[in-house]
């Protein structure tokens, strides 16, 4: 099994253009989840999508920044204008329909964004 | 406000002694509780998880314990080994998104 897949594995930005980082799940779960990962803030949580509906953005810092999934298997996370405070890790994760207390989610190798 | 804390930023240990990470979070509604593992360059990976109907998860060298009236969590490994180094995350759920603490260092050394 292929696990979460994550493009690109590093990016260097421009401060005010725009970035794109994208994911695909792991075939069959039906949760998606983006996640941000800083020194200050460890990892905090932007977005999570059930069945590719967004169910919880709250965690979206500004509005420069906006997620999509078209479909089952392909996700989108943007940044439009880029700032150097963005730089971080950004996580996708999935996770299957939930069983009885179970909601495990499975990570992919994160996108490193530097905004310069 | 941080709902899934991790209070201590990293924990030093000895090869072969016992590493206790400890969690704690503010929201009675979390009813599932996970430890997260991570290297560098590398995603979080899934270690051990405890429903909150349990005080105890043990899996090999790994346990997890549960003091819902404290909203309190541990993991403990035994024996510790140089390649549990790593970041370790605590997680909580109420049936949507896994929220996470800041993480723990841990260093084990030889």
């Known amino acids: 099994d292929a696990g979460v897949i994550q493009s690109p594995r590093h990016e260097v930005t421009e401060m005010g253009q725009e970035v794109t980082l994208r994911c695909k799940p792991i075939s069959g779960h039906n949760s998606l989840f983006w996640y941000r990962q800083t020194m200050m803030r460890g990892l905090e949580l932007l977005i999570y999508f059930n069945n590719n509906v967004p169910i919880d953005d709250s965690g979206m810092p500004e509005d420069r920044f906006s997620a999509k999934m078209p479909n089952a298997s392909f996700s989108t996370l943007k940044i439009q204008p880029s700032e150097p405070r963005d730089s971080a890790v950004y996580f996708c994760a999935s996770s299957p329909p939930s069983r009885a207390g179970s909601t495990e989610a499975f990570f992919g190798q994160g996108t490193r964004l530097t905004v310069v | 406000d941080q709902q899934v804390k991790q209070n201590s930023p990293s924990l030093s240990v000895q090869e072969g002694r016992i590493s206790i990470l400890n969690c704690d979070y503010t929201?009675?509604?979390?009813?599932?509780f996970l430890w997260y593992k991570k290297y560098p360059a590398e995603g979080p990976t899934f270690l051990i998880s405890?429903?909150?109907?349990?005080d105890k998860n043990e899996d090999g060298r790994f346990t997890v314990f549960l003091n819902k009236s404290a909203k309190h969590l541990s993991l403990h490994i035994v024996p510790s080994q140089p390649g549990d180094s790593a970041v370790y995350f605590c997680a909580a759920s109420g049936r949507a998104a896994l929220i996470f603490g800041k993480g723990t260092t841990l260093s084990v050394s030889s």
């Open positions: 929201n009675s509604m979390f009813d599932y």
């Open positions: 405890i429903s909150s109907i349990k």
